[in-house]
């Protein structure tokens, strides 16, 4: 209810309250940067050159990652698309991620042929130089890189009409390149230019470049994701004759199996040894009998054909390619994420990381170009990720043995709380032990301080919005503080409360899973809101994630699962949730999460706009704002009631200039959904929500209170005392960042 009353308080603010700056917001800034004396640079977390001390390797426990020099390192990464810049831009833009803590990027670029008439085994040079010459000016910053080089969309496939597969230009080519020899071979020509053409900015290929933490095979694609009807029949009459070779070896014989009496399938051709292939969505469904074990089967040899394609391309790249870094398979999910996606995560044990995309869109946006903008007229729920916990991207089942990574993440526009997302990251992932949430995407040098569709302007002027942008200020803004917690360990990671250990047999035949995590939503792939949430029987409460680590081991023996009783962490009907180290609270209820250790301490969600007070064990928090994120790190590695050096970071609501919602309602799989309606998506520049309110930090040694641009330099200092409980300030209300010593 209170969540509700604040949305609704805040929807009749935000018709009024984003115009031009005034008594409730200010107008941001990007100052120049290149001037000395910037109080808030990380630069310094880097390295002075990203592998200068030699490969990243898995570390002894093979779920995290540490240098050459055998120190741990952790990664606060993003995509970047850097690549596209001019070469100045590259060397500003590599400058300017390492101040804001960034050490990884991931650059998804797309090295296959385009153009009318290009030959599958033609590459695209010009993509290769851009990343050759940014891989060079990331380095130089101390920031290593994860190299993406395809996606099976259209988009990036390019000329598929001249490379024989029976495709047109700009179609999708999805799961070609596991099962098509032609498309293999043309696939390892592409990067055998990408890691052994020489480097002409650094002197090095890329496979011998340490700066190269990890190459990806490819992006997003699975034969077990919903995509595979897509593909066509002269392709999948390719991947039948394989199955048909896969059955000979487990029965001995192309004649039709025994077992699958009463299966029969009309496309079935036993003479020449094809059987046909079910649809994606019967492997989805409970089956028993004969449809079980035809099931079973595909299933068995679709993960065999996906193992063999990654040990293929695994293997290439280390004995051809000569490149002796880490190798992550894929990234995605699959059509049932229950009987499904350990399937998924299993293919990929052939290489060393576990990767997936995973973003949080706050519920349904729904309107015509939905997938990637936001116009006038177009509806969107607009949930908080604390008051819909389950739906939270790192919420993940990890592999033991192999580091997680999450390739894309992002809180997706046009959400309205886009603030809690860096410092939810940072701590979940600290408790989790995931090793990397990767921003999508940072598409501009330094701020995007015109993240619009200029080619669509409405009669008031104003124009559509991006859906990616993370280079926005209530996102990119919040990056210091949780870059420093997460780089620097300051939250400890849980003891696992879900240890599952699951046989190859048990993949196969698509049993149900201890646990499994909510569907993933991708609005690229995925049509209006389908997470309606795993509602399967299943062994373990689906809040495990926020509580502490959940795992699974392939090949394993199932008497050694382990499921936790977490129920004294949870209080009942999931209004509060505390993680086992005693260092985290989320209480969906209410929409609060709060942050609680030596060194870093945090308070984020909506807040009594009566003015009450929130606490920490160092911090005390009055505030009359609806909703805000309010962090303190110290930045001299003391705890922060000692600390001579504290970083206090500031997050509200941020919207363009003249940005206006009204509620609204949608239909949506035949049920009425409440929400927004974009009114007017506003102009340039962006406005941010004043903040108002006092903090006490219970620490007796501050004296100074330093306000600083969003750039890091001191612009002013601000009313402070101390006091007989500590140090008293007022919050800024027009700033992010001031600085305490």
């Given at each position: 209810?209170?969540r509700?009353?604040?949305c609704?308080?805040?929807?009749?603010?935000?018709?009024?309250?984003?115009?031009?700056?005034?008594?409730?917001?200010?107008e941001?800034?990007?100052?120049?940067?290149?001037?000395?004396?910037?109080?808030?640079?990380?630069?310094?977390?880097?390295?002075?050159?990203?592998?200068?001390?030699?490969?990243?390797?898995?570390?002894?426990?093979?779920?995290?990652?540490?240098?050459?020099?055998?120190?741990?390192?952790r990664?606060?990464?993003?995509?970047?698309y850097g690549?596209?810049?001019?070469p100045?831009?590259?060397?500003?833009?590599?400058k300017f991620?390492a101040?804001?803590?960034?050490?990884?990027?991931?650059?998804?670029a797309?090295i296959?042929?385009k153009?009318?008439?290009k030959?599958?085994?033609?590459?695209?040079?010009?993509?290769?130089?851009?990343?050759?010459?940014?891989?060079a000016?990331?380095?130089?910053?101390?920031?290593?890189?994860?190299?993406?080089?395809?996606?099976?969309n259209?988009?990036?496939?390019?000329?598929?009409?001249?490379?024989?597969?029976g495709?047109g230009?700009g179609?999708?080519?999805?799961?070609?390149?596991?099962?098509?020899?032609?498309?293999r071979?043309?696939?390892k020509?592409?990067?055998?230019?990408l890691?052994?053409?020489?480097?002409?900015?650094?002197?090095?290929?890329?496979?011998?470049d340490?700066?190269?933490?990890?190459?990806?095979?490819?992006?997003?694609?699975?034969?077990?994701?919903?995509?595979?009807?897509?593909?066509?029949?002269?392709?999948?009459?390719?991947?039948?004759?394989?199955f048909g070779?896969?059955?000979?070896?487990?029965?001995?014989?192309?004649?039709f199996?025994?077992?699958?009496k009463?299966?029969?399938?009309?496309?079935?051709?036993?003479a020449?040894?094809t059987p046909?292939?079910?649809?994606?969505?019967v492997?989805?469904?409970?089956q028993?009998g004969?449809?079980?074990?035809?099931?079973?089967?595909?299933?068995?040899?679709?993960?065999?054909?996906?193992?063999?394609?990654?040990?293929?391309?695994?293997?290439?790249?280390?004995?051809?390619?000569?490149?002796d870094?880490?190798?992550?398979?894929?990234?995605?999910?699959?059509?049932?994420?229950?009987?499904?996606?350990?399937?998924?995560?299993?293919?990929?044990?052939?290489?060393?990381?576990?990767?997936?995309?995973?973003?949080?869109t706050?519920?349904?946006?729904?309107?015509?170009?939905?997938?990637?903008?936001?116009?006038e007229?177009?509806f969107?729920?607009?949930?908080?990720?604390?008051?819909?916990?389950?739906?939270?991207p790192?919420n993940?089942?990890?592999v033991v043995?192999?580091?997680?990574?999450?390739?894309?993440?992002?809180?997706?526009?046009?959400?309205?709380?886009?603030?809690?997302?860096?410092i939810l990251?940072?701590?979940?992932?600290?408790?989790?032990?995931?090793?990397?949430?990767?921003?999508f995407?940072?598409?501009?040098?330094?701020?995007?301080?015109?993240?619009t569709?200029?080619f669509?302007?409405?009669?008031?002027?104003?124009?559509?919005l991006s859906?990616?942008?993370?280079?926005?200020?209530?996102?990119?803004?919040?990056?210091p503080?949780?870059?420093?917690?997460?780089r620097?360990?300051?939250?400890?990671?849980?003891?696992?409360?879900?240890?599952?250990?699951?046989?190859?047999q048990?993949l196969?035949?698509?049993?149900?899973?201890?646990?499994?995590?909510?569907?993933?939503f991708?609005?690229n792939?995925?049509?209006?809101?389908?997470?309606?949430?795993?509602?399967s029987?299943?062994?373990?409460?689906?809040?495990a994630?926020?509580?502490?680590?959940?795992?699974?081991?392939?090949?394993?023996n199932p008497q050694?699962?382990?499921?936790?009783d977490?129920?004294?962490f949870i209080?009942?009907?999931g209004?509060?949730?505390k993680?086992?180290?005693?260092e985290?609270?989320?209480?969906?209820?209410?929409?609060l999460?709060?942050?609680?250790?030596?060194?870093?301490?945090?308070?984020?969600?909506?807040?009594?706009?009566?003015?009450?007070?929130?606490q920490?064990?160092?911090?005390?928090?009055?505030?009359?704002?609806?909703?805000?994120?309010v962090?303190?790190?110290?930045?001299d590695?003391?705890?922060l009631?000692?600390?001579?050096?504290?970083?206090?970071?500031?997050?509200?609501?941020?919207?363009?200039?003249?940005?206006a919602q009204?509620p609204?309602?949608?239909?949506?799989?035949?049920?009425?959904?409440?929400?927004?309606?974009?009114?007017?998506?506003?102009k340039m520049?962006?406005?941010i929500?004043?903040?108002?309110g006092?903090l006490?930090?219970?620490?007796?040694?501050?004296?100074?209170?330093t306000?600083?641009?969003?750039?890091?330099?001191?612009v002013?200092?601000?009313?402070?005392?101390?006091?007989?409980?500590?140090?008293?300030?007022?919050?800024?209300?027009?700033?992010?960042?001031?600085?305490l010593?």
């Amino acid at each position: 209810m209170l969540r509700n009353l604040a949305c609704c308080l805040f929807g009749v603010m935000s018709l009024a309250g984003f115009g031009q700056s005034s008594s409730n917001t200010w107008e941001f800034k990007y100052p120049d940067d290149s001037r000395p004396g910037s109080l808030l640079n990380l630069r310094s977390l880097n390295e002075p050159i990203a592998g200068q001390t030699g490969r990243i390797r898995l570390n002894v426990d093979r779920r995290s990652f540490v240098r050459g020099d055998g120190a741990p390192i952790r990664f606060w990464p993003v995509c970047a698309y850097g690549y596209r810049l001019t070469p100045d831009q590259m060397k500003s833009n590599a400058k300017f991620l390492a101040k804001m803590g960034v050490n990884m990027v991931r650059i998804h670029a797309s090295i296959s042929p385009k153009g009318k008439g290009k030959a599958i085994t033609d590459y695209d040079e010009e993509e290769i130089d851009k990343v050759q010459r940014y891989i060079a000016a990331l380095k130089a910053e101390g920031i290593y890189v994860t190299l993406s080089p395809f996606w099976a969309n259209g988009g990036h496939s390019g000329a598929a009409a001249s490379w024989g597969l029976g495709y047109g230009d700009g179609e999708d080519v999805w799961g070609l390149l596991m099962f098509n020899d032609t498309m293999r071979a043309a696939y390892k020509g592409w990067i055998r230019h990408l890691y052994n053409d020489p480097n002409p900015y650094t002197g090095i290929p890329l496979a011998k470049d340490p700066a190269v933490a990890i190459a990806q095979i490819q992006n997003e694609d699975s034969l077990l994701f919903w995509t595979f009807q897509g593909i066509k029949p002269a392709q999948k009459k390719i991947l039948s004759q394989k199955f048909g070779k896969w059955l000979i070896n487990k029965y001995g014989s192309a004649q039709f199996p025994s077992t699958w009496k009463g299966a029969e399938q009309g496309g079935d051709d036993w003479a020449t040894g094809t059987p046909a292939l079910l649809d994606t969505w019967v492997l989805t469904q409970p089956q028993s009998g004969p449809m079980q074990a035809r099931t079973s089967d595909q299933m068995a040899f679709l993960i065999d054909q996906q193992r063999e394609f990654y040990t293929d391309i695994t293997n290439y790249l280390h004995k051809e390619l000569g490149y002796d870094g880490l190798v992550n398979c894929s990234n995605w999910i699959t059509a049932d994420p229950v009987r499904m996606n350990d399937a998924e995560r299993y293919t990929y044990t052939v290489a060393d990381v576990e990767a997936v995309n995973r973003y949080y869109t706050g519920g349904l946006h729904k309107g015509p170009n939905s997938g990637w903008r936001i116009d006038e007229g177009d509806f969107f729920s607009d949930k908080s990720g604390l008051t819909d916990p389950r739906n939270l991207p790192f919420n993940i089942k990890q592999v033991v043995g192999h580091p997680t990574i999450i390739t894309e993440s992002g809180w997706v526009h046009p959400l309205s709380y886009q603030a809690e997302a860096p410092i939810l990251a940072a701590a979940y992932e600290s408790l989790s032990g995931i090793q990397g949430l990767y921003w999508f995407a940072l598409d501009a040098e330094k701020y995007n301080l015109n993240a619009t569709f200029d080619f669509v302007t409405t009669s008031d002027g104003s124009h559509p919005l991006s859906e990616w942008s993370d280079s926005v200020p209530q996102l990119l803004g919040q990056f210091p503080a949780a870059a420093l917690i997460y780089r620097n360990n300051l939250v400890q990671r849980g003891t696992p409360v879900v240890h599952e250990e699951r046989s190859r047999q048990n993949l196969d035949a698509r049993e149900i899973p201890l646990i499994a995590e909510d569907p993933s939503f991708d609005p690229n792939h995925n049509g209006g809101d389908n997470r309606a949430g795993v509602s399967s029987a299943i062994g373990a409460n689906p809040l495990a994630f926020l509580v502490g680590p959940v795992e699974v081991m392939f090949d394993g023996n199932p008497q050694r699962n382990l499921v936790a009783d977490i129920q004294k962490f949870i209080s009942p009907a999931g209004g509060r949730i505390k993680s086992n180290t005693g260092e985290l609270s989320l209480s969906p209820s209410s929409g609060l999460f709060q942050l609680d250790t030596p060194m870093a301490q945090s308070i984020v969600g909506f807040l009594d706009k009566s003015g009450g007070t929130y606490q920490t064990s160092t911090l005390s928090l009055t505030s009359t704002n609806d909703y805000a994120a309010v962090t303190a790190v110290s930045m001299d590695d003391k705890p922060l009631s000692t600390s001579h050096k504290v970083l206090v970071q500031l997050g509200t609501v941020v919207r363009p200039t003249g940005w206006a919602q009204e509620p609204s309602t949608t239909i949506e799989g035949g049920k009425s959904v409440s929400g927004w309606k974009v009114v007017n998506t506003g102009k340039m520049p962006w406005q941010i929500q004043r903040i108002r309110g006092n903090l006490l930090i219970h620490n007796h040694g501050l004296t100074k209170a330093t306000v600083l641009d969003a750039a890091g330099y001191p612009v002013s200092t601000i009313a402070a005392k101390k006091g007989s409980e500590g140090f008293y300030i007022r919050l800024p209300e027009d700033a992010m960042y001031v600085i305490l010593e």
